[in-house]
């Protein structure tokens, strides 16, 4: 059985007249983005209880582990490192700070950049949401394996660092990757 199917409705438009031509795609639940999607939200299920009761959504936990891996970052490269549009980085910084969960700091070299680093409070924070963290990481490696979840680590960078040399036009480019 073939992965692409005809998709139902995705006549393009004819501007010389002639009748659309048809657009295989592979089927919707074998697509790399949505399985992917699908994986990710199988784990993040298992974090999102701990995180809520430390108070933290999971981009703000995101940031915070960024920020363990620093002593300080400009707010630019932390926007890469975690996966955040700017104006999404700037709300959650502002909530983070408001907290007291992070430092944030002006460059004495150049004024327009922003830098921040994690607070004590916030390495406290990180500590104690850590505990549980790790405990959820021991419960999904007992239960995948801790091989498997090794080599599923590996093959994931393979293919990111696969992807890195084709810039699409439409990518965003970041190839740091997230602590």
């Known amino acids: ?3 692409a199917t005809p998709a139902e409705g995705l006549d393009l438009p004819a501007e010389t ?3 659309a031509a048809r657009v295989r795609l592979r089927h919707f639940s074998k ?7 699908r994986a990710r939200e199988a784990v993040m299920r298992h974090f999102r209880a701990s995180l809520r009761h430390f108070g933290m959504t999971e981009q703000q936990w995101r940031v915070l ?6 002593n300080t970052i400009e707010v630019t490269a932390l926007a890469e490192d975690t996966f955040l549009l700017p104006p999404s980085l700037s709300r959650i910084l502002k909530d983070l700070d408001e907290r007291g969960l992070i ?4 460059s004495q070299a150049d004024l327009r950049r922003g830098l921040v680093s994690i607070s004590p409070l916030g390495l406290e924070l990180i500590e104690r949401a850590g505990v549980e963290s790790e405990a959820i990481y021991r419960e999904i490696t007992g239960r995948y394996g801790s091989e498997r979840l090794a080599e599923l680590q590996s093959l994931l960078r393979q293919l990111e660092d696969c992807l890195d040399g084709l810039d699409s036009g439409g990518s965003h480019g970041a190839t740091r990757r997230p602590g």
């Open 103 to 106: 430092l944030r700091r002006t």
């Open 1 to 3: 059985m073939s992965d």
């Open 31 to 37: 697509s790399l983005p949505m399985s992917l999607l």
């Open 65 to 70: 582990r960024a920020l363990t891996a620093v």
């Open 17 to 19: 007249g002639q009748p």
